[in-house]
């Protein structure tokens, strides 16, 4: 598993996401992505973004934690073809 944080209006384009987290993503890039997202369905976590295929041709899923941040899971780079 890798993370990363990241600070600032229009990361990746999403300049909506006030006031979820406030300008905060927080990215966790998965070896089991899809089990991760399971795991979140099954918690009712709220989605912002459905899963889809990234520009980076890797999969992700958005979710809102209860603190109002942005949860990011994403499969590895280049997994998604």
């Keep these: ?13 999403f300049r909506n ?4 987290g406030n300008g905060v993503l927080l990215w966790f890039g998965l070896d089991d992505f899809d089990a991760a997202v399971a795991r979140a369905e099954e918690m009712k ?5 459905p899963r889809h295929r990234s520009e980076n ?3 992700e899923c958005w979710l809102r934690d209860p603190e109002g941040y942005a949860i990011v899971l994403a499969s590895p780079l280049g997994s998604a073809g």
Excluded: D, N, R, T
């Excluded at 996401?17 to 979820?20: E, I, R, T």
């Design 1 to 13: 598993m890798s993370a990363g944080l990241h600070f600032g209006e229009g990361v990746h384009g």
């Design 17 to 20: 996401l006030k006031p979820y």
């Design 57 to 59: 041709a890797h999969w």
């Design 45 to 49: 976590a709220e989605v912002i973004k």
